[in-house]
């Protein structure tokens, strides 16, 4: 599809006039997300110069392949059979609204506005360089995303699903000859990114960079803010449950009881990541190690109290657990079986030729099943 026109010198001027008008008319000044999204609305409009204007047209993607979900209307969110990620996706689009709701008119039907372009581009490429400074890389922007190396290791034979690059911004440095003279007898103190490899990378192969540290993102996280997910499992992906339904001090479940029912090979297994889904659900549970007074649930320290009552209790826990997993499951509005269907070898491969934007939504509720089936079956055993 050829990308829908853009009206540059108009657009960008009354962007450029809305921002200066939003930002005098109000206490706060535009945050740094907003106020990249119009610089590179500026880029695209030929304002930033040669450069910019050839990679936001060239090389970033166009608008009707987004795959971020505050790009989608509701059709496009439906496919995602998850009411909470739907839901903030349109508190986004409603955010960008009412900074500029003269500009978040759709390009064409089922295709976002140019400034939502912008501001997905500016979400999902942009890299944090300190406390509240945020940067828009060209070229670094391209790298994909693998897994952190354990413990941050940088040394050789690391497997090859873990990063191989990490980017870092070097100290300025002053341009001109050494002593810092550059000619007009002033300092001109100068920051670069580099790319730098964390291991031997071969010829050829792609450089990969860690989105989102050792600790990982969530699969909501991963699809609202980049619009894609972990394949195969991720062990920092939870199941959204509400202990507060519970009672005031919800019992946890016992985790001696998990591995004498899992067994201990598959049991710690899954704690040694194994199996991401089960260790994912196992994680995403209030458990309590016999040997503990509080919850092994590393994540969640503060969800659950230490809870008595005995294992009666805690069946009441996992009774209420288990309601909410099933929820969660009844949004599910096709077999998951088909959904795998739908991304499988050749059939996979020409969704995503198609229609990346549908393949990135069936990926994001294959997953999400995936880890509510794990949950249904480790709650009820």
Not at 350 to 372: G, M, T
Request: net charge negative.
């Amino acid at each position: 599809m050829p990308r829908p026109p853009c009206p540059y010198p108009e657009l960008t001027l009354r962007l450029r006039g809305a921002a200066t008008a939003s930002s005098s008319s109000s206490a706060d000044p535009l945050p740094w997300d907003v106020l990249q999204a119009l610089a590179l609305l500026d880029g695209l409009a030929g304002d930033g110069g040669e450069f910019w204007q050839v990679y936001c047209d060239a090389l970033l993607p166009a608008p009707e392949l987004l795959t971020l979900p505050m790009c989608w209307e509701g059709p496009r969110l439906a496919e995602l059979q998850h009411a909470d990620i739907a839901n903030a996706a349109r508190a986004q689009q409603a955010r960008l609204s009412s900074l500029f709701p003269m500009f978040m008119e759709p390009l064409a039907p089922d295709v976002p506005s140019w400034f939502q372009w912008a501001f997905a581009c500016v979400r999902s490429r942009a890299f944090r360089v300190g406390p509240d400074a945020f940067a828009f890389v060209p070229f670094l922007d391209f790298a994909n995303h693998a897994d952190a190396p354990p413990n941050g290791t940088t040394v050789n034979g690391t497997s090859p699903l873990t990063a191989n690059a990490d980017f870092r911004l070097s100290p300025a440095t002053t341009r001109g000859t050494p002593g810092g003279d550059n000619g007009g007898g002033s300092d001109d103190g100068v920051s670069y990114f580099e790319l730098v490899a964390l291991r031997d990378v071969a010829p050829g192969g792609e450089v990969t960079i860690c989105y989102c540290g050792p600790e990982g993102y969530t699969n909501q996280r991963f699809m609202a803010q980049y619009g894609f997910v972990p394949r195969g499992g991720n062990p920092a992906d939870r199941i959204k449950l509400d202990l507060e339904s519970v009672g005031p001090h919800p019992a946890p479940l016992e985790l001696s009881l998990f591995q004498d029912l899992l067994g201990d090979a598959l049991f710690l297994g899954a704690l040694r990541g194994s199996d991401p889904y089960l260790l994912a659900a196992l994680k995403s549970l209030p458990l309590k190690d016999d040997n503990d007074d509080g919850d092994c649930n590393n994540d969640d320290d503060d969800d659950v109290g230490a809870g008595g009552g005995g294992r009666g209790a805690s069946m009441r826990t996992a009774a209420v657990l288990l309601s909410q997993v099933e929820s969660q499951l009844a949004e599910c509005t096709t077999p998951l079986e088909a959904d795998e269907e739908l991304l499988s070898d050749t059939s996979g491969e020409q969704l995503w030729a198609e229609d990346p934007r549908l393949a990135a939504a069936v990926s994001y509720r294959v997953e999400r099943k995936r880890l509510l089936d794990f949950g249904f079956v480790v709650i009820v055993v």
